[in-house]
């Protein structure tokens, strides 16, 4: 089945300790991204990768990292976690080329940061 | 201004209603423009690309009026099944396949 594979679903953890959230496709997509939403701001582009070892910023990247060592996985990294990163993260991925091509999205992590 | 706008909501309508949704953009270079569907803390999932000429699934329609930037989805005999939030969402030009969201339309469809 295509898809797009987060984790962990939930986490909580504490201010300061790093974590990593995992996201893996397995549909042979170029581009991948994450995404935050909030209450009221909606999804918002944390990093994107056109491509392996190509990362770039998107809205909201402070605080955040990303790496693209390989095709099929795109993990985001919170090297020092803070309230203000707790929300629903989703990755989500597509082919580059296309018009028509929509993203498919991760079933998403909700992240509490206390 | 955001560069996707929409109706937050919510909209009630009763089952069986045909119920539409508004969005404007603000970027005229804006290339590609989606709906997606979006059920309560889950992930969005698209519903149907828009097209200039229009385009229909059943029973949704989406239209796009570039000269005004603006996007419609139509919803006719609406189902309990169609509750969700429904987001406009486009891509920008020389975005490299970036999408921007709008902050979505709460629809409920109530028996």
């Known amino acids: 089945e295509a898809q797009v594979t987060q984790n962990p679903r939930y986490l909580i953890t504490v201010t300061g300790k790093k974590l990593t959230v995992t996201c893996s496709q397995n549909?042979?997509?170029?581009?991948m991204s994450w995404y935050r939403q909030d209450p009221g701001l909606g999804l918002r582009q944390i990093y994107y990768?056109?491509?392996?070892?190509?990362?770039d910023k998107g809205d909201v990247p402070e605080g955040y990292k990303v790496s693209r060592k390989e095709k099929r996985n795109f993990p985001l990294i919170l090297e020092s976690p803070s309230p203000n990163q707790t929300s629903l993260y989703f990755c989500?991925?597509?082919?580059?080329?296309?018009?028509?091509?929509?993203?498919?999205f991760g079933s998403g992590t909700r992240l509490t940061v206390v | 201004r955001k560069e996707v706008e929409q109706d937050p909501g919510p909209f009630n309508v009763p089952e069986g209603a045909t119920v539409a949704f508004n969005c404007t953009y603000s970027?005229?270079?804006?290339?590609?423009f989606f709906w997606y569907r979006q059920d309560c803390r889950k992930e969005p999932k698209l519903l149907m690309s828009?097209?200039?000429s229009g385009n229909e699934d059943g029973r949704f329609t989406a239209q796009l009026n570039r000269a005004s930037q603006y996007i419609s989805l139509l919803i006719r005999d609406s189902k309990l099944s169609d509750s969700a939030t429904y987001l406009c969402?486009?891509?920008?030009?020389?975005?490299?396949?970036?999408?921007?969201f709008g902050s979505g339309t709460q629809l409920t469809v109530l028996p």
């Open positions: 989500a991925s597509s082919l580059v080329q296309g018009n028509d091509y929509g993203y498919t």
């Open positions: 549909m042979n997509h170029e581009y």
């Open positions: 990768s056109m491509n392996v070892e190509v990362t």
């Open positions: 970027n005229s270079a804006s290339q590609s």
């Open positions: 828009v097209y200039s």
């Open positions: 969402v486009v891509t920008l030009s020389g975005s490299a396949r970036q999408l921007t």
